[in-house]
Every structure is written in C-alpha cells, then in structure tokens.
C-alpha cells in the first residue's frame, strides 16, 4: 500500500545542520499523518516531529531547531535539522500513518543514523 524510504543522516558537527528526506510511494492518498522519530542508543524511539494538512507537532528538545515540512506533491517529507547537539545522535526513522478500513496502520522506514559529533 505505502512505504517509505528516508536518505540523508551522516556525520556533522555540533551547531551543523542537516536536512533529512522521506520519499513515500504507493497510495499516498492514505496517509494521515506523516512523522520522523528517533531512537537512540540504549533509549526507547521518540517522536521528534509529526505533521498534518492540519498542524504540525514537535519534541520540546528540538522546537525552534528542527522543521519538518512537505512538497507540494506530499511525496517526500523533510525534516531540517539546524543548530544539532551530540544528544541529537541517533538513528532517525520516518513513519508514515495511513488509514485503510477505518483502521490505522504504521509504515516504517529502515532509519538512518545521524551522528553529531567533534
């Protein structure tokens, strides 16, 4: 039905910035909501950022320094990274939420690390 694929993450420095991308295919028409979560290690997945037609939501340690955001087609989804942190370091996964059958399902990317670090 849907899956989702991110690209980017790599090495940068602190205060660098970094711009990940999250290209969906398939029925895009079912997705409701699109986010990015991180997990680092030995810490359980958190939501950094989640996004709607309707709003847009983020972790309180990445407000005024993360911006996710949409193309115009609604096939790839961003996430901007400014002024990162070593405890930023972590594998960043997209998920996408679709709605089929009045029931919500998760789609998952495979992650990619992001590594802020001197």
């Known amino acids: 039905q849907v899956q989702v694929v991110e690209s980017g993450g790599g090495l940068v420095q602190p205060g660098g910035s970094m711009t990940l991308s999250c290209a969906a295919s398939g029925n895009i028409a079912l997705i409701k909501i699109m986010g990015w979560y991180r997990q680092a290690p030995g810490k359980q997945r958190e939501m950094v950022a989640t996004?709607?037609?309707?709003?847009?939501r983020y972790a309180d340690s990445v407000k005024g320094r993360f911006t996710i955001s949409r193309d115009g087609t609604k096939t790839t989804t961003y996430l901007r990274m400014d002024n990162l942190k070593p405890e930023d370091t972590a594998v960043y996964y997209c998920?996408?939420?679709?709605?089929?059958?009045?029931?919500?399902?998760?789609?998952w990317g495979q992650g990619t690390q992001v590594t802020v670090s001197s």
């Open positions: 998920n996408a939420v679709i709605r089929f059958d009045s029931v919500n399902y998760d789609k």
């Open positions: 996004l709607t037609s309707d709003y847009t």
